[in-house]
């Protein structure tokens, strides 16, 4: 998968933590600095901060490596997308737990440890998320119902948890001081080192999204909770490294529809799968079509599906 660099500056590093924590940084430098000294204020011994940077390549890892001698940073020699960073810092890690968090989130004081206090109160939770909050202070809701081959289109995803019942509720998993969900965000996950061994790790098959419900999916078959704790809140800003330019934007909505099409062929069997390939496809086809002349996103977006554009920048 290629080359990389681990940099660090912290000797403490080399004993057992209780929390690593693991970050995927491309080019949202400023976001990972404020997350970073959210972290740096969280009142908790043992903690390890990983930084797994992919290729960014403009210049700024190494005054950044600099400026955080506390923080492990792994700089790659490519853009291996998400779950393949994940395993990356996974495989440094020292921590009993291992928290999977965004750049773009910044963590409310005294956090870390009212959770994982909670957390090894509670050996039935095994995939754990919180709370969170957009600048604006609404609710982001990180959670989902499963895909599965009848609700691939919109419209129907919407109406399954009033055709299943409350306890298919996002409202419900969002409202409740605890809720579960069928899967939680990639962008806050905490879970045990030697579960997280136990599933395999992120399925690096997926480059950008579908991998959280993917690892939810894995965890649901082994009769796993994943838990929403929403006593505990962190400000999660959207699109720190997906919308940095127009071409990562539609390079990262592709990848939307390419990942959808890799869930449905890992977890959907046949003929079923082929019911809900050609809804995605069509809807998809529609969707692009209509935007075309209209959207320079989406005009690279056709390019990137046809692979006339680089899949990975």
Not at 200 to 223: H, V
């Given at each position: 998968m290629g080359r990389t660099i681990v940099v660090t500056s912290n000797k403490k590093q080399e004993s057992m933590s209780s929390l690593s924590i693991i970050i995927v940084s491309y080019r949202c430098w400023n976001r990972l600095a404020a997350c970073l000294q959210s972290l740096a204020a969280q009142d908790m011994y043992g903690l390890e901060v990983i930084v797994v940077d992919n290729h960014s390549d403009d210049g700024r890892a190494q005054d950044f490596v600099i400026q955080h001698p506390q923080v492990r940073f792994i700089l790659q020699d490519i853009n291996g997308g998400f779950a393949q960073a994940c395993n990356k810092g996974a495989t440094v890690a020292t921590g009993k737990w291992l928290l999977f968090l965004n750049p773009d989130t910044i963590l409310q004081p005294n956090t870390l440890l009212p959770l994982l206090e909670r957390a090894n109160s509670e050996p039935e939770w095994k995939l754990i998320g919180i709370k969170q909050i957009n600048e604006k202070g609404k609710d982001t809701r990180p959670h989902g119902i499963f895909l599965e081959w009848w609700n691939v289109w919109p419209p129907i995803k919407s109406l399954q948890a009033l055709i299943m019942g409350p306890s298919k509720?996002?409202?419900?998993?969002?409202?409740?001081?605890?809720?579960?969900?069928?899967?939680?965000?990639?962008?806050?996950?905490?879970?045990?080192?030697?579960?997280?061994?136990?599933?395999?790790?992120?399925?690096?098959?997926?480059?950008?999204?579908?991998?959280?419900?993917?690892?939810?999916?894995?965890?649901?078959?082994?009769?796993?909770?994943?838990?929403?704790y929403n006593e505990i809140n962190c400000i999660h800003s959207h699109g720190g490294s997906s919308r940095i330019n127009p071409s990562v934007k539609a390079l990262t909505k592709s990848h939307v529809i390419i990942s959808t099409f890799k869930y449905l062929q890992k977890h959907i069997a046949f003929p079923l799968r082929w019911i809900a390939y050609a809804t995605l496809f069509l809807m998809t086809s529609i969707d692009l079509i209509l935007s075309f002349f209209f959207s320079e996103t989406k005009r690279k977006m056709v390019g990137v599906l046809l692979g006339k554009e680089a899949r990975r920048q």
């Open positions: 509720s996002r409202n419900k998993w969002s409202n409740d001081p605890i809720g579960f969900p069928d899967w939680i965000s990639g962008s806050f996950v905490l879970i045990r080192a030697r579960d997280f061994d136990e599933l395999g790790g992120w399925d690096e098959r997926f480059w950008m999204y579908c991998e959280d419900m993917d690892l939810s999916k894995r965890a649901a078959g082994k009769g796993w909770k994943r838990v929403m």
